[in-house]
């Protein structure tokens, strides 16, 4: 067991580094408190809380947080996935939980691509037969 863990997660455009040690459960994200960072949004902490739920390990570790690109929510899935992996790599026992829940897999969607001759992605301008 290390004194200090760091780890990176990704999410659509948005990455997330984490650095966790053994404290009261404190966050800091990009100089800010969590709750300031996600607008007070609930269900975002909710979502990054994830791997604490998992391994039943809320409030036993501090984390200092930077993040950068994409919007709060894939912001959020970027932390709960770089904590889930700062957490197994800080204990080898939190593995298999965080593994069954899920929460150690990058989740690989991505915004489509806009395509020539389209509104969006899929959208098309609307055909007029005469």
């Given at each position: 067991m290390a004194d200090q863990v760091i780890a990176s997660g990704?999410?659509?455009?948005?990455?997330?580094?984490?650095?966790?040690?053994?404290?009261?459960?404190?966050?800091?994200?990009?100089?800010?408190?969590?709750?300031e960072y996600v607008h007070g949004r609930q269900i975002l902490v909710d979502h990054i809380f994830a791997p604490y739920k998992a391994t039943e390990t809320q409030g036993?570790?501090?984390?200092?947080?930077?993040?950068?690109?994409?919007?709060?929510?894939?912001?959020?899935?970027?932390?709960?996935?770089?904590?889930?992996?700062a957490l197994s790599k800080f204990d080898f026992a939190y593995r298999a939980?965080?593994?069954?829940?899920?929460?150690?897999?990058?989740?690989?969607?991505?915004?489509?691509?806009?395509?020539?001759?389209m509104v969006k992605a899929r959208k098309r301008f609307q055909y007029s037969k005469r």
């Open positions: 990704r999410r659509k455009c948005a990455v997330a580094t984490v650095r966790i040690k053994p404290g009261n459960g404190k966050w800091i994200v990009n100089g800010q408190k969590l709750r036993k570790f501090d984390v200092q947080c930077s993040t950068r690109g994409g919007g709060i929510s894939g912001q959020a899935g970027a932390m709960r996935l770089a904590l889930a992996r939980p965080l593994k069954d829940a899920g929460l150690l897999t990058r989740d690989p969607r991505v915004v489509e691509r806009k395509k020539y001759g």
